[in-house]
């Protein structure tokens, strides 16, 4: 396992300066609800696990990686951490991997999960050469546990309370065992909230060791707009040296964090991700749409412009290329609000002969579903005529995109979630 240390930044500070990682931004559902997570903001000053600019599909992350790799020679980790969880989207992030690896048969693999679905996926990840894996466990006693996750989807059983904790941590440490008895290196990454475990993480340390976990990641908590824990402050430098030494005597602590985007691409000291972002974009709206499928849908208020959240929609207008030019078919009813997936799954159903769906906003759940049905979800603002102009033609719709923000002029760059 030398050579692979030797080339992975994270695991290794040594090589931060010289070996890069790549994120691809391939798995937008997620499992759990932690308290301290918000996974709708994309802001471009803004680093933190679960921002990205774009979420990809598999093919347009083998795409994206191409011209990474054009410009950036250094990169030797192509990782998948979310925005959501790749085991959450276990088919996205396999035929990633698959695509990435009959391309670039060199590449390090990693992942960074939750941990929930790991277990069912470990002997096929190490068969397609996952060498790293990052497991978050914020805690090993349920009752610190449930402080932190609201709640835990296992297949389509919810879970919530102490039972979500009990559940969440039963798998994740069936995951580390499995992932070690299968010679992958381990990182733990604990994120350290003040009031809630930070009291706690040395038992976590402890209970890694056990484990035979490689290194320990304590992370200060970064407070989030519009979570539960958006006024937790983050721990001062004295108290997460304190905690990293007293975790330091049972685990090999991890000082370089950079608490990487989603789609985070460079070196850990010299991030490129701001720069590499129109290419995501553009990657992002390589053009998918089936030529099979004569419809797009639209979510509008007026017929004229894209600007409804698909969510609030409860009808779509179905459009079609009618010579040089598109009509509008009809208008079908959407689903009633409500029943969670069922309720996209059933909007895919209805929307099965269109290619895509123009909107103003999509939620991350939708967003997959569609999206795995074939349709391609277009987020952006502006004519209707446009959007159809773009998809027909195969164009580059990122021009028309709309950004998902809540990010204003006055935005500081600090990393405070901008509001």
């Not at 030398?2 to 391939?26: A, M, Q, S, T, Y």
């Not at 795995?372 to 773009?390: N, T």
């Amino acid at each position: 396992m030398r050579l692979e240390i030797d080339r992975h930044p994270c695991f290794n500070v040594e090589v931060k300066g010289e070996c890069g990682r790549v994120h691809l931004p391939v798995a937008p559902a997620c499992n759990i609800k932690c308290n301290y997570c918000n996974r709708k903001t994309d802001c471009v000053n803004e680093s933190r696990p679960g921002v990205t600019s774009a979420v990809l599909t598999p093919e347009q992350a083998l795409s994206y990686l191409g011209r990474v790799m054009e410009k950036e020679p250094s990169i030797t980790v192509v990782g998948i951490a979310g925005p959501g969880d790749p085991m959450a989207n276990a088919e996205q992030t396999i035929e990633t991997l698959r695509l990435v690896r009959s391309r670039f048969p060199s590449m390090l693999f990693c992942l960074a999960s939750n941990g929930l679905g790991l277990p069912a996926h470990v002997d096929e990840l190490a068969d397609l050469g996952v060498t790293h894996v990052t497991v978050t466990i914020n805690a090993v006693d349920p009752a610190v546990g449930r402080k932190i996750t609201s709640w835990v989807r296992d297949g389509k059983v919810i879970y919530r309370g102490a039972r979500a904790a009990e559940v969440l941590l039963d798998r994740q440490m069936e995951a580390v065992r499995a992932l070690k008895a299968r010679g992958i290196m381990v990182k733990v990454n604990t994120i350290v909230i003040p009031g809630i475990n930070d009291d706690h993480v040395v038992e976590v340390a402890r209970a890694m060791a056990d484990l035979g976990v490689d290194i320990l990641n304590c992370m200060p908590v970064y407070p989030n707009a519009d979570t539960p824990f958006e006024n937790v402050p983050e721990p001062t430098h004295d108290q997460m040296t304190a905690i990293r030494s007293a975790a330091g005597e049972l685990l090999p602590q991890m000082h370089h964090c950079t608490r990487c985007r989603a789609d985070a691409v460079g070196l850990l000291e010299d991030d490129r991700t701001a720069e590499f972002r129109d290419t995501m974009v553009n990657c992002s709206m390589e053009r998918c749409f089936p030529s099979e499928r004569p419809y797009v849908a639209v979510a509008t208020l007026e017929g004229m412009l894209v600007n409804q959240h698909l969510g609030e929609a409860h009808r779509l207008q179905i459009w079609e290329k009618n010579g040089d030019g598109f009509r509008m078919v009809e208008e079908r009813e959407a689903p009633e609000p409500g029943g969670g997936v069922r309720r996209w799954m059933d909007l895919a159903e209805r929307l099965k002969d269109c290619r895509a769906v123009l909107v103003s906003g999509i939620g991350d759940n939708p967003r997959a579903v569609l999206a795995r049905a074939g349709i391609v979800p277009v987020e952006m603002s502006g004519f209707i005529q446009e959007g159809l102009e773009a998809v027909h033609g195969d164009m580059n719709v990122a021009v028309f995109r709309k950004r998902r923000t809540k990010c204003g002029s006055g935005c500081s760059g600090g990393g405070t979630g901008c509001g």
